[in-house]
C-alpha cells in the first residue's frame, strides 16, 4: 500500500472530566446520590419525611451530648454518630428534594427539644437511657426500606447496641469506649422517666383524695384540707422511701467495694483471674486480657479496686447509686407538684364551680403528663395523653362516687 492510500491513525477521543459532585447538605458527611427506580407517591412523602425528620433529632441531640461531654472518649463517639445519622439523613433529603418538597425548613421535633434542654442543664447522662429506648425502638427501621442504603440497617441496629450498653454501663467490645463503664450508671435506669412519673402519681393520688372529700361534703373547705394533707402526706412518704431505697442501695455498694479491697490485699491472683476473664469476655484474647490484668492488679490499689468495682459488680465508686438526699428531696416536689394541681381551684372557690375547675385543670395536666411521657417511649401524643386523661378522670370518678355514697350514708 502506497503511503498516499495508507489510512491516518484516529487520535483517541478525551475522555471528559467526571462532574464534581454537589456541596452535600452537612459538612461533616458527604451527601449520598440516590436516584428513585419508581416514581415517589403521597405515601413514600410522608414515610420520607418521618424518616428525615428522625435524622435531625438525632444529629441535633448527639450533637449537643458531644458538645457537653467532658471526656474526649465519648465527645468522639457522639461526634462519630452524628457523622454516620447526617449520610442517612442526606438519602431522605435528596430523595424529598427529588420529589419537589423543600426540606430547607425542617428541624428537631419537640421531643428531641426536650431531651436536649435536660441534657443541656442536667447532663448527657440523664437522657442516655432515654435514647437507648428510643434506639432499641427503632433498630428495625430501615429493614423493609428498600430505598434505603445497604449499610443503614446495620448501623441503626449498631446504634443501639451501643446506647444499650451506654445506659447499662457495660462499656464497649475491644475497648473503643474505654471510659463508658460506670458512666451512665448513676442514671438509675430512667430519671427523666421517674420524674414524670413521679408527678403523675402527685396528681393522680391527690385528685382522687380531692374528688372523694368533693363528693361527700359537695366541694366544701374540707376539700382543701383533705387536699392538703394528702399533699403532704403523700409527698414524705414518696421522699422517705426513696431515700430509705438509695441509702440502703449506697450501704449495699459501699460493703461490696469494701469486699473487693480486702480480696485485692488478700487474694490478689483470685481478682486478677476474674479480671482477665471479664476482659477475654470483652472481645481480648487470653494474652492480651492477662497483660491488662496484671498491670491494674500489680498497680496502684485505689485504681485497681475502682476498676474491678466497675468492671465486676458495675458500680461506679464516686457515686455509689447517687446521693439519697438529692434523690429524697426531688421526688418531695415532685410529688407535691403533682398533688398541687387538683387542688388549686379551691383556694379561691368552693362547691361545684371548684369541683369543675379541678378536673378541668387536672385533665389538661395529665395530657400534659402523658405528653412528656411520649418524649421516652415516642408514641402518640393523642394516644398516650388520652390514656392517661381517661385513667385519672375513672379514679376521681370511682372516689367522688364513692364519697357520696359514704356522705349521704354519714348525714
Known amino acids: 500500500m502506497s503511503p498516499e492510500t495508507k489510512p491516518k491513525p484516529t487520535k483517541p477521543k478525551a475522555t471528559p472530566s467526571p462532574v464534581k459532585p454537589a456541596a452535600p447538605v452537612a459538612a461533616a458527611a458527604p451527601a449520598v446520590a440516590v436516584a428513585p427506580a419508581a416514581p415517589i407517591t403521597p405515601a413514600d412523602v410522608v414515610r420520607y419525611r418521618a424518616n428525615l425528620q428522625g435524622e435531625i433529632d438525632a444529629i441535633a441531640l448527639y450533637a449537643l451530648l458531644a458538645e457537653k461531654e467532658p471526656g474526649e472518649t465519648l465527645k468522639h463517639f457522639y461526634t462519630r454518630m452524628v457523622d454516620v445519622e447526617t449520610i442517612h439523613a442526606n438519602v431522605w433529603r435528596e430523595r424529598l428534594e427529588s420529589a419537589g418538597v423543600d426540606t430547607s425548613r425542617m428541624s428537631p421535633a419537640w421531643r428531641a427539644r426536650v431531651l436536649m434542654f435536660v441534657a443541656r442543664h442536667f447532663g448527657p447522662s440523664l437522657v442516655v437511657p432515654t435514647i437507648a429506648e428510643r434506639e432499641a425502638a427503632d433498630e428495625a ?5 428498600p430505598e434505603a442504603l445497604a449499610r443503614m440497617p446495620g448501623d441503626e441496629r449498631s446504634h443501639a447496641r451501643l446506647f444499650r450498653e451506654l445506659a447499662n454501663g457495660k462499656g464497649v467490645e475491644g475497648g473503643t469506649i474505654a471510659r463508658i463503664e460506670g458512666r451512665h450508671r448513676g442514671s438509675g435506669g430512667n430519671q427523666l422517666r421517674a420524674a414524670v412519673l413521679g408527678a403523675n402519681d402527685g396528681l393522680v393520688s391527690n385528685l382522687s383524695i380531692s374528688m372523694g372529700v368533693a363528693g361527700a361534703s359537695q366541694g366544701g373547705h374540707a376539700v382543701l384540707i383533705a387536699g392538703m394533707a394528702g399533699m403532704l402526706a403523700g409527698a414524705l412518704s414518696m421522699a422517705i422511701g426513696e431515700w430509705l431505697s438509695v441509702q440502703s442501695a449506697r450501704e449495699l455498694f459501699a460493703h461490696q467495694v469494701k469486699v473487693e479491697r480486702e480480696e485485692l490485699l488478700n487474694v490478689p491472683d483470685e481478682e486478677e483471674e476474674e479480671l482477665t476473664l471479664i476482659y477475654q469476655s470483652k472481645g481480648l484474647n487470653r494474652e492480651q486480657a492477662s497483660l ?12 485497681a479496686v475502682d476498676t474491678l468495682a466497675r468492671e465486676e459488680l458495675g458500680i461506679d465508686p464516686n457515686e455509689l447509686g447517687g446521693s439519697a438526699w438529692v434523690a429524697a428531696v426531688t421526688s418531695f416536689f415532685l410529688f407535691a407538684l403533682g398533688a398541687i394541681v387538683p387542688l388549686s381551684p379551691f383556694f379561691f372557690a368552693t362547691g361545684l364551680p371548684a369541683v369543675v375547675a379541678s ?3 387536672s385533665a389538661a395536666a395529665l395530657m400534659l403528663v402523658g405528653a412528656a411521657i411520649t418524649v421516652v417511649t415516642g408514641s402518640s401524643v393523642l394516644k398516650t395523653g388520652g390514656r392517661q386523661v381517661l385513667l385519672g378522670m375513672f379514679a376521681a370518678a370511682v372516689t367522688f ?5 359514704v356522705g349521704r350514708a354519714v348525714g
Do not use: E, N, T
Open 292 to 303: 491488662m490484668s496484671q498491670s491494674i492488679v500489680g498497680g496502684d490499689l485505689g485504681r
Open 141 to 145: 427501621m430501615y429493614d423493609d426500606q
Open 401 to 405: 362516687g364513692l364519697g357520696a355514697l
Open 359 to 361: 378536673i378541668v385543670i
